[in-house]
Nanobody, 126 residues
């Protein structure tokens, strides 16, 4: 069992930055891939970014490439999502998730993840 708690959301103007954190507890954090997803009102949950269990490989949705970075600190059981050059369309609830994922084709799919946090709201004003 893994518990996840996101933090770092808030209101920011377009062009600004936020760093989200996701703290994990309850299991062997370093064995899990970590992912970030987001959900805007009236829309389906979509993939944002992921990082493999080792922290070596990262994956991003096309619209986030060059603006977002993902990293993890296995000593602190925490994964980070640095979001720069934010746009109003980045608004939504951001969720972190963990899963025992080892296929590069699987990181973008919510059903590959086993545990989810409660989410943190990110709002970007124009």
């Amino acid at each position: 069992q893994v518990q996840l708690v996101e933090s770092g959301g808030g209101l920011v103007q377009a062009g600004g930055s936020l760093r989200l954190s996701c703290a994990a507890s309850g299991s062997t954090f370093s064995s899990y891939a970590m992912g970030w997803f987001r959900q805007a009102p009236g829309k389906e949950r979509e993939f944002v970014a992921a990082i493999d269990w080792s922290g070596v490989s990262t994956y991003f949705a096309n619209s986030m490439k060059g603006r977002f970075t993902i990293s993890r600190d296995n000593d602190k059981n925490t994964v980070y999502l640095q979001m720069n050059s934010l746009k109003p369309e980045d608004t939504g609830v951001y969720y972190c998730a963990v899963g025992l994922i080892y296929s590069t084709r699987s990181y973008g799919y919510p059903n590959e993840y086993d545990y989810w946090g409660q989410g943190t709201q990110v709002s970007v004003s124009s």
